[in-house]
């Protein structure tokens, strides 16, 4: 493809009026990643986190043909002019970004590691040992005092230091920017930190995504002198695979999340891969080096590993993965009931009233249950290998204010469900961080109790199953995921069981994210199957009561009524003396814009006349008209 001509500009800036648009604005392309939670953004972004460079539109790269070059003449070459676009410029560039984003990410951790310690152990150890008379049946008001006063300061944050942004925002600006603008580090990381320190049901990742990837961009664009739009979207997709590779110590699984998340299926910036990958790596040695962290697996759910896998294990691992799938799928209906109510009280475009909700939501779920505080990250280990609360990392005191365990498939069944409550509130509430890891928390506790119920399945397959399952269904990772489970439970031959579950769940939840995600899509394949399940076995219970009538009415259950609108239309006509019923169409409205249209046998309407003609009249009218 030609190169856009020199003086054919784009004014980037003048796409959007400022971050909170952008944030919302319409997907770029079919293919485009939808925003996965819509957080709001209740402050506009200051001049100067506005102030967008002109990019060249120029989406094929540089005119250079990098892949009929051979022999060293051709070698030398690229090494001598440094022409944008070769392998040699294209691998110093990913390895700078490495680099720095290394540099960064390891101040990010440093930073994030010494208050936690700070904040949630020395500090409350000090305290009881100075003041005796704090006896340790009390301890417990040391979670709200410490989750209330980082809540408050999360929404001060963002009041005074501007829209962080989100990873939503992060893939709007990929896609429509080709860089995510560098004002919004500073409020990215004061915003994130205070929502971890503050036990948030999010993580590290997603801001290390946004920080990473502004800086890479900044490096392509600033340093560098790039000019083309996806020259510059290269370098910020290298900076994405740095952040997740160095944060998950899972090199290809990190990368290629950072490269799957910005599309609904599959990849949709493939001809970057390589070089994503490369900086990803290249990250990753600096930051483990820089931070003394090991590379290797960190979770050990039972005390052997799966010896092996079968064709049975990658049958139960895709059940498991439509399991997930579902859980995911009533997550984002509760979400969206929470959201509403936020809506109905005026308080979603306030930073601080929000993050006050969210903080009472999370301390309170961390004062009866602690293994749901913090990101999971660590307190997976805790869930999975059904150990006591007291080997809790982070939260003081480990038992909260009754002491929860988790002894059998009720406990268990309850960390899930309140661990999806508290993302929901931590979501909810503004708090910034990722929640790749509080769905892995959650998928845990979920594959506990399935191991409760049925003993016979491997504890391993059932915890990442599910935990592939739910993430899959939310972040669209059905290849990435996978392999970064698998390497951070050192479980290699669970592989091809956690794969099923992620492909099965990436499908069957391929229509449940609409745009925004989370924040407006109402309308699921989940939800289709429960009101088509239900019409059915309501017109097969009331068939023997029909009456011949023209003009018919049905009502629903209340909650099938909000989640669905049936409309039928009929013809009749006389033939021979005999009346004859006939579909000419059946369609089932799940949202204003999208209607589906489909055939139905003359029995179906039949048995749905039989319904209607026996129940009593409501604005949802189904018109018979004789032909």
């Known amino acids: 493809m030609q190169a856009a001509a020199p003086d054919t500009y784009t004014p980037i800036g003048d796409a959007v009026d400022n971050a909170s648009n952008l944030a919302s604005a319409s997907t770029a392309s079919a293919h485009e990643k939808t925003p996965l939670i819509a957080i709001p953004a209740p402050t506009d972004p200051s001049p100067a986190q506005r102030s967008f460079p002109r990019l060249l539109e120029e989406p094929a790269g540089p005119d250079i043909d990098v892949h009929n070059r051979f022999g060293f003449q051709a070698f030398f070459d690229d090494i001598t002019n440094l022409q944008s676009g070769t392998v040699p410029v294209s691998l110093f560039i990913a390895a700078v970004i490495g680099v720095l984003c290394g540099v960064a990410a390891f101040l990010y951790y440093t930073m994030l590691e010494f208050f936690l310690e700070f904040l949630w152990k020395t500090l409350p150890e000090q305290l009881a040992e100075s003041f005796p008379m704090w006896l340790p049946c009390f301890h417990w008001v040391w979670i709200p005092i410490v989750g209330m006063i980082c809540a408050i300061l999360v929404g001060v944050s963002i009041k005074v230091m501007g829209f962080p942004g989100d990873l939503a925002y ?62 510059v979207r290269k370098h910020t997709l290298c900076g994405m695979a740095c952040a997740l590779a160095a944060f998950f110590g899972v090199p290809l699984g990190g990368s290629l999340f950072a490269l799957e998340i910005n599309s609904r299926l599959g990849y949709e910036y493939f001809e970057h891969a390589l070089e994503a990958i490369f900086s990803g790596v290249t990250c990753l040695v600096v930051f483990r080096g820089m931070a003394g962290l090991p590379i290797g697996p960190i979770y050990f759910f039972t005390p052997e590993t799966l010896k092996d896998s079968s064709a049975k294990l990658v049958c139960i691992g895709a059940i498991l993965g439509l399991v997930g799938a579902g859980i995911a799928a009533i997550f984002a209906h509760g979400h969206w009931a929470v959201v509403k109510k936020l809506d109905q009280f005026n308080i979603s475009s306030d930073p601080l009233k929000l993050s006050i909700f969210g903080g009472v939501g999370v301390v309170t779920l961390g004062l009866l249950i602690p293994q749901t505080f913090f990101w999971g990250e660590f307190e997976m280990q805790t869930i999975g290998s059904l150990s006591p609360a007291s080997s809790l990392p982070h939260i003081w005191p480990t038992s909260g204010l009754n002491g929860f365990e988790i002894t059998g498939f009720t406990t268990a069944f309850i960390v899930g469900v309140a661990k999806l409550i508290a993302i929901s509130f931590t979501v909810a509430g503004g708090y910034r961080g990722g929640f790749i890891f509080p769905f892995f928390a959650a998928g845990a506790a979920f594959g506990r109790a399935i191991c409760f119920l049925f003993p016979s399945i491997p504890p391993v397959v059932a915890i990442l199953s599910v935990a592939a399952g739910i993430n899959v269904a939310i972040t669209r990772t059905a290849l990435a995921t996978p392999l970064i489970l698998a390497g951070l439970a050192g479980e290699v031959n669970a592989t091809s069981p956690v794969l099923a579950a992620s492909l099965c769940a990436v499908f069957a939840t391929y229509y449940m994210v609409c745009t925004p995600f989370l924040s407006s899509a109402r309308r699921t394949i989940s939800t289709f199957l429960l009101n088509l399940a239900t019409n059915v076995a309501l017109i097969i219970s009331f068939a023997p009561f029909f009456n011949s009538t023209y003009s018919l009415s049905f009502s629903l259950s209340k909650a099938v009524k909000r989640s669905s609108n049936l409309s039928c239309i009929l ?57």
């Not at 580090?185 to 502004?214: N, T």
Request: proline content about 7%; some cysteine.
């Open 170 to 231: 992060t893939v709007k600006c990929v896609h429509k920017m080709g860089y995510v603008p560098i004002g919004h580090a500073p409020a990215m990381v004061a915003s994130s930190q205070l929502s971890i320190l503050g036990g948030g049901s999010l993580g590290p990742e997603a801001p290390l995504v946004a920080i990473c990837a502004s800086i890479a961009g900044w490096v392509s664009i600033y340093l560098f002198k790039q000019k083309y739009k996806n020259v």
């Open 571 to 627: 013809t009749h006509s006389w033939v021979s003396g005999e009346r004859r019923t006939r579909a000419r169409k059946l369609s089932m409205s799940f949202h204003p814009r999208v209607v589906q249209t489909s055939r139905v046998p003359r029995f179906l309407i039949v048995w749905l006349a039989k319904l209607l003609a026996c129940t009593e009249p409501t604005p949802m009218c189904l018109v018979i008209t004789a032909g």
